[in-house]
């Protein structure tokens, strides 16, 4: 049952869900002449993509096809197909054909020219206008019930929906009050699939000392960080962190954030250990102190630790060491200094746990990609069934991976669905 119909219900593809992956799908079947219908519960499309990138929507990056692909971890390969469809580039074309120019940042980072979020929302409205698609906002879907491949969807406040293309892209299950309420996974289980666990991705982490809150607001540039658990470790690249009331966050912490809720798993702590000073050796950090000690002996630590940390972090890191901050760095003793050294190349900290998934940029977990079809983003258990943009258990770090992920998986399941079997 394909091609347009008359019976008001019936569409040639429905997409549940108008976050980046369900609009381009939309948008694709539309172009292949679709009737296509787009349900969304929220009053607007695209509600998550308005506080993306800080306001700025960080929509993709510049990276080659592969580096892309890695950043997707073990199961990046899967992306290989909608990419080659539909990359960074053919996303950047789109939206300049709607309107938007996009400028690339620091490590390839692409914003909208003017950085401005609303702008990607109102050019995918632009588009979703100009090739016809039927947008239901305000529009909630309350269950699906597939009869002999029809799919029938109760939708909040209107009349029964059906269709035999149906495309899922109801995102994670974060940031709920952006309509990403995790109701995807329950209709997939409905409808015959199982889900991955959901856990939190790119999430800030909770630490055990209390005396974080006197460092809290603190950002340290230039830094590397490692975590330890049971002889395993994960390191970061040289970067940016946070320091919160509750724990650490910010981009490197952000970005090893699920593998560190995976190491955490039933274990109650993990330990972080900081290099304040990535780029200096403990023997090069020693010498440029006994110089220090040599040519300004009366100064005082305090004064000593200035050059090297931010000031909020002296306190803390004086009584660590049980310094006092007053005192003159030619009375430091040998001990004393080699516990510097130490302390600025491994500052530790203990994790034990993460915010709640509510609080994650990103939700991992979902339906797992052995039960899609790469090619097609068709269901391998239920055909007729497609899936979209993070209900898929394929999550990458901060970067304009994610919503990259979603454009691209949208396009390929619009256009697969719009296609004759
Ligand atoms: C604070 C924050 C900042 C981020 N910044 C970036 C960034 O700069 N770059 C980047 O690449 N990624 C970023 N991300 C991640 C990115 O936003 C997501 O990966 C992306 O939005 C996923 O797209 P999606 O279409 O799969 O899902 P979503 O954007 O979550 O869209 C799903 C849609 O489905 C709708 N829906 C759900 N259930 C129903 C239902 N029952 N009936 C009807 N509609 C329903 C929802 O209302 C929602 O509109 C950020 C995320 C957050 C939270």
Redesign the pocket.
């Known amino acids: 049952m394909t091609g347009r119909t008359a019976a008001v219900d019936y569409y040639d593809v429905v997409v ?8 381009m799908a939309a948008i694709r079947a539309a172009q292949l002449k679709k009737n296509v219908a787009l ?4 009053a607007s ?5 308005l ?4 306001g ?5 990056n510049t990276a080659d096809m592969d580096p892309f692909m890695q950043k997707f971890g073990k199961q990046g390969q899967f992306l290989r197909s909608a990419f080659y469809e539909f990359f960074n580039n053919d996303l950047i074309d789109f939206f300049k054909e709607y309107g938007l120019s996009a400028k690339a940042e620091r490590q390839g980072r692409v914003f909208p020219s003017d950085d401005k979020s609303m702008s990607v929302v109102r050019a995918l409205e632009k588009a979703l206008a100009e090739t016809g698609v039927n947008v239901f906002t305000g ?4 269950g699906i019930r597939n009869d002999a491949g029809i799919f029938h969807l109760k939708v909040e406040g209107r009349t029964e929906m059906w269709t035999n293309r149906l495309i899922l ?4 299950a ?2 709920k009050a ?4 995790g ?2 996974f329950h ?1 997939a289980k409905l409808l015959g699939h199982t889900f991955n666990p959901l856990r939190p991705g ?1 999430v800030p982490l909770k630490t055990k000392e209390p005396w974080v809150i006197e460092m809290q607001g603190l950002t340290l540039k230039n830094v590397r960080i490692t975590f330890e658990c049971g002889g395993k470790k994960i390191h970061s690249e040289i970067g940016e962190m946070l320091l919160t009331h509750f724990g650490v966050s910010g981009p490197l912490v952000l970005d090893l954030s699920s593998q560190v809720v995976e190491l955490l798993g039933d274990r109650k702590e993990v330990s972080l250990s900081i290099d304040l000073k990535p780029g200096l050796t403990m023997e090069q950090l020693d010498n440029r102190m006994l110089r220090d000690i040599e040519e300004h002996g009366s100064i005082n630590i305090k004064t000593l630790l200035k050059d090297m940390l931010p000031l909020k972090m002296i306190p803390v890191f004086a009584s660590m060491l049980n310094l006092d901050p007053a005192k003159r760095i030619n009375q430091l003793a040998k001990g004393e200094r080699e516990g510097i050294t130490a302390l600025l190349k491994d500052f530790r900290m203990t994790i034990t746990g993460a915010l709640p998934l509510e609080e ?3 939700t991992c977990g979902g339906i797992p990609v052995k039960d899609i079809n790469p090619r097609t983003m068709e269901s391998r258990i239920i055909p007729g069934l497609y899936f ?4 898929i258990d394929l ?1 990458a770090p ?9 454009f691209s998986t ?1 396009y390929l399941a619009g256009e697969s669905a719009s296609c004759e079997k």
């Open positions: 549940v869900g108008a976050g980046p992956a369900g609009t349900v969304e519960r929220n499309v695209g509600r998550k993509i506080i993306t990138g800080k700025r929507c960080n929509l993709t529009s909630r879907v309350m892209a109801t995102g994670g974060s940031y952006t309509g990403s309420t109701d995807g209709f790119l994650a940029m990103v979209a943009g993070e209900i999550t901060s970067g304009g991976y994610n919503l990259q992920q979603a949208g």
